[in-house]
């Protein structure tokens, strides 16, 4: 088979998957999951938009009619909302012009408006039905009531529309200004629970992929008629194919069991940790009502590929159980006892899981019986006689340079940077919003150019002005009203009422690497992305000439990025010796690392690929004892351990599971003593990185490991739980099928790595959203490309076989990448034509900043200054709590040396076992100063219609609850003075 050939087989592939795509997508979002809404009223329902609220980030699939019959032809009548402003679908009447509105997910200032062409006309009746699927496709149809027969208008369709199903309202849309004058009756309304698109993009790729592996594993062991073959081996090997399969179903009804003996014990455990932590949370932190007590799911997770990679390294080992047929045979009754077991199970504890397991039982037994009777000869024979595998000729090789001079090296390093240019694109010039509702925003577009109070700005919005006093702000609500800019400030109180922004995100990273930079410690506060993570920004930043400004941190974010990019795709480049393939890697790493989109990328430090370097270098060690299994080896793994845990604890721990294992694995050792020198060395760096790399801070407090309980991250639903642990567990044994003839050394080692990798879904399970999902996967793909058992290019030939696959993964990997880059650089337009372009931005002069922020300089400025003064004349090992909106950026320019509690408490304070945690800090501190600010008593801004942002509700809670911190630590303190909005208080 000629080059020219598998490039020609390899567009026909895609042709074929990108026409499927759609009607797959379609097929596998049919069946519905449950029934979360149904209504069949006479007249308006009301109170229906609750029902919807928790679904607003799952798959939601709508069927909305209604008849309706207008009064007059006034503007802007709406006849249903399925969310917010613009962010959902809804129906509009204008003049007899009936458009249905649909959210824009690049601009949403300028949603996407589809026109009924008919006019409708007052005091007649008229039916209107829409039928979606959130993230999918929309159909409306308008005709008369009662029918003709013809529509008024063909219905229209729409793919891949994007919006939100959490506010459903009839009779209104929009803002309370805009409900539809008339009659409305006969609402049908039926919402049914589906498959995300999100998962389901994830099934059909994995359907794809799996098929390209399955392809390549056939022909790489060259079998014209597999079947055949099979039988063969069956007949004469003395390890027959039933003997094979019946040991694994018998390992598989093992782990039934022990999956769910340990699952009862740990689900006891840790209900009555989620009991004790629920009643000793503070308000505004409680789990929603049907919230888990925990992420079960997550220790199934666990248990699952923990027994998995047990049997694995337990069944190579010599000696092992699994290699004494005689024993095997006596071993019959154990899928039997399972099923016994999992029945019991079930009937003590009618548990969804359970339910699971005793269903994937039943399926186990019935294939173990039919493996042990004459059908699976049968079948065999059957298989062998009447199936033929199609040869397509790609078991032979082809010459190399006709690949090379298709893909040069040049032309992958020009799609490298052109790939790498929307991230540059849409980071500078740097521009922020303001993050905070307790400062007032400038309107930049308001032709007055003034400024207005929150208060008076609500009041302008609610009552057109007749409540304003002085002409100055009556003109400047005139103004603002004028620029139809009531959107973009119902879009800015929703972002402003989180508790949690950029600044705060960031400050995570650039807190810990300024106060390492001044003070030289890494013990006082704590280093969340890890120590060697942080320290490499603050030495950019001080490379920058601007250790203490954020302008230097953020300006450096870009490179950090694709410093962590370039670093895995020469790790996959290491691990196929393949040069194409790191290439390959490059693309599909920076494509997921875009597919995270601009927002989450923006807003939190979490999203940096360099977190990966450590565990990267983990895994190269790994490969380096599999081709060189000598005292340097292992003595570059230990270090490398040391060096992952250093660069980022979480992921190191990881990382040492996979080290450990290719170790306990690993043949080149000369005896059995130096393999259990090897492993003993190879513990040590773990032991040693608890006492140095994760210092004790009494006086801290942190709330990121309460994810574990479901406080403050998302809920996995059941489809997604059960779909994504058999498609992990599926990859890592697919991973080992297609490696069963490389050397054992390497074959071990992508194990080995196979273990890293499968862990790392644990960040997923922890907080199971997309921009996670993708996080994970920008280490994850490309690794696992790399580990398909490619040839090492001579210079001369390759196989067809890999140059098909090649073909096809490199056309998936560049429009995978060129259309995230695009939809990256679409997001960033659309964000900051929310949040930054309607507002006056400047640089925060007194702080030497070079970025443009739209938050006011002079609230910061005014606390930063207060607080230095006072603290200018405290003792030097003064311990600080800050009570402020404000906390975590006025941290970074005070730079305080320790805390009590944390430099961001709004977050961190969410037990009554916090609250003791700093009342104690207070109480043995030698030297203290407590700084308390107004701002935690500012109200929040008010919405179009007049209400406060849910959000912003809950934020205020959280304020609250440091108002009731001060209140339990006022007895021990006395207050010194007052600067502005601050008080100060020192110990009596």
């Keep these: 088979m000629k080059g020219a050939d598998g490039f020609t087989v390899a567009l026909f592939f895609l042709i074929i998957t990108l026409a499927s795509y759609n009607p797959i997508i379609d097929l596998i979002r049919a069946p519905s999951l ?27 699939k709508l069927n909305l009619s209604l008849q309706f019959k207008s009064l007059n032809g006034s503007p802007n009548q709406n006849l249903f909302q399925t969310d917010y402003l613009n962010t959902g679908i809804r129906a509009e009447l204008s003049g007899g012009t009936l458009a249905i509105v649909i959210n824009n997910a690049e601009n949403t200032e300028r949603p996407h408006i589809l026109i009924f062409p008919t006019m409708v006309s007052p005091g007649k009746w008229y039916e209107l039905s829409i039928q979606a699927i959130e993230n999918g496709n929309i159909s409306a149809s308008l005709k008369p009531h009662p029918s003709d027969g013809k529509p008024t208008t063909p219905p229209f369709k729409i793919n891949s529309a994007k919006f939100s199903i959490s506010n459903l309202m009839i009779g209104s849309g929009f803002d309370n200004a805009r409900k539809f004058q008339g009659d409305i009756s006969n609402v049908s309304i039926s919402a049914n629970k589906v498959i995300s698109k999100s998962l389901a993009n994830y099934i059909y790729f994995t359907l794809v992929f799996a098929l390209l592996l399955l392809t390549f594993n056939l022909y790489q062991l060259n079998l014209k008629n597999l079947p055949s073959e099979i039988y063969k081996f069956n007949l004469n090997n003395k390890f027959t194919l039933r003997n094979t399969l019946s040991k694994f179903i018998r390992f598989i009804s093992v782990a039934l069991i022990a999956i769910s003996c340990s699952n009862s014990v740990l689900r006891i455990y840790f209900f009555n940790k989620s009991t004790s932590l629920v009643t000793a949370l503070l308000p505004s932190f409680q789990p929603y009502e049907g919230t888990p007590p925990y992420k079960s799911e997550l220790i199934i997770f666990l248990l699952t590929e923990l027994i998995f990679i047990g049997w694995y390294i337990f069944s190579n080992l010599k000696g092992s159980l699994f290699e004494k047929p005689n024993l095997s045979k006596k071993l019959h009754f154990i899928p039997y006892l399972s099923i016994f077991y999992l029945c019991l199970a079930y009937l003590l504890s009618p548990h969804y899981f359970n339910k699971a397991l005793l269903t994937l039982g039943f399926i186990v037994v019935t294939f173990y019986t039919i493996v042990q009777t004459i059908i699976f000869d049968q079948l065999l024979k059957y298989l062998s006689v009447n199936i033929k595998i199609i040869n397509f000729g790609l078991n032979k090789t082809i010459h190399f340079r006709s690949i090379f001079k298709k893909f040069t090296f040049i032309t992958f390093a020009i799609l490298a940077i052109k790939f790498f240019s929307p991230l540059i694109s849409t980071w500078y010039p740097v521009v922020l919003p303001n993050d905070y509702y307790e400062s007032v925003t400038t309107w930049d577009n308001v032709k007055s150019k003034g400024v207005i109070e929150s208060d008076a700005l609500d009041e302008c919005i609610r009552s057109n002005s007749t409540s304003l006093t002085t002409a100055a702000d ?45 003070h030289g410690t890494i013990s006082k506060i704590p280093f969340v992305y890890g120590i060697g993570n942080t320290m490499f920004s603050a030495y950019l930043m001080k490379l920058n000439g601007s250790s203490q400004s954020i302008s230097g941190y953020f300006n450096t974010i870009p490179i950090v990025a694709i410093t ?31 597919s995270i989109s601009y927002t989450p990328v923006l807003i939190a430090a979490s999203f940096n690929p360099a977190r990966f370097i450590g565990i990267a270098i983990q895994i190269f060690s790994i490969f380096y004892l599999a081709r060189s299994a000598n005292i340097f080896a292992v003595i570059l ?13 979480e992921f190191g721990v990881i990382g040492f599971f996979g080290q450990l294992s290719m170790l306990i694995l690993c043949q080149g050792f000369k005896n059995s003593y130096q393999k259990l020198f090897s492993v003993a060395l190879s513990i040590l760096p773990l032991l040693l990185s608890f006492k140095l790399l994760k210092p004790i801070n009494a006086d801290i407090t942190e709330s990121i490991n309460f994810g574990l309980f479901n406080i403050g991250v998302p809920i996995m639903p059941m489809d997604v739980i059960l779909t994504t642990i058999l498609t992990i567990f599926f990859a890592h044994f697919i991973l080992i099928f297609i490696n069963q003839k490389q050397n054992a050394s390497i074959k071990f080692a992508k194990f080995s790595a ?65 259309n995230s880059g695009e939809k990256f650089t679409n997001e960033s337009l659309a964000f900051h034509s929310k949040f930054t372009s309607n ?52 941290s970074f320019y005070v730079n305080p040396k320790t805390y009590c509690g944390h430099f961001e408490l709004l977050t961190n304070v969410l037990t009554k076992n916090d609250i003791n945690t700093i009342k104690k800090c207070v109480e043995n501190a030698q030297y203290v100063e407590v700084i308390y600010d107004n701002a935690l008593s500012t109200k929040c801004p008010l919405e179009i219609n007049g209400s406060i942002n849910p959000g912003c509700a809950k934020k205020l809670i959280v304020k609250n609850n440091l108002v009731h911190l001060m209140g339990e630590i006022k007895p021990l303190l006395k207050k010194h003075q007052t600067i502005g909005d601050l008080t100060f208080y020192n110990k009596r």
Excluded at 485 to 513: C, D, K, M
Aim: positive net charge.
């Design 754 to 818: 196979g273990i890293i990798l499968v862990l790392l879904s644990v960040k997923y399970f922890f907080n199971p959203s997309p921009p996670h999902l993708y996080l994970i996967l920008l280490f994850i793909a490309p690794l696992y490309a790399s580990m398909m058992p490619w040839s090492i290019p001579n210079g001369k030939t390759i196989p067809a076989i890999e140059a098909l696959l090649l073909s096809i993964f490199f056309i998936y990997a560049v429009f995978f990448t060129y």
């Design 564 to 594: 962590g990019i370039v670093f895995i795709a020469l790790l996959c480049f290491y691990v196929s010796s393949n040069f194409l393939i790191g290439f390959l890697a490059l693309f599909i790493s920076l494509g997921c690392y875009y």
């Design 34 to 60: 449950g029934k979360v809404l149904s209504v069949e009223s006479k007249s308006i329902p009301q109170n229906i938009e609750e029902a919807l609220r928790p679904y607003k980030r799952n798959g939601i």
């Design 839 to 890: 507002f006056n931005t400047l640089e925060w002069a007194s702080f030497g900043e070079k970025i443009k922020i739209v938050t006011p300089e002079k609230p910061i400025e005014e606390r930063v200054r207060a607080i230095n003064a006072v603290l200018k004349n405290e003792n030097p090992n003064v311990k600080v709590l800050i009570l402020s909106p404000y906390d975590h950026i006025v």
């Design 474 to 518: 009556k003109k400047i609500c005139q103004d603002f009203t004028a620029s139809n800019l009531t959107e973009s400030l119902s879009l800015l109180n929703a972002w402003q009422g989180e508790s949690g922004r950029i600044l705060y995100h960031h400050s995570y990273v650039f807190i810990p690497a300024t106060h390492y930079l001044k």
């Design 637 to 649: 793994l230990v270090l490398s351990a040391l060096f992952s845990l250093f660069w980022n604890f």
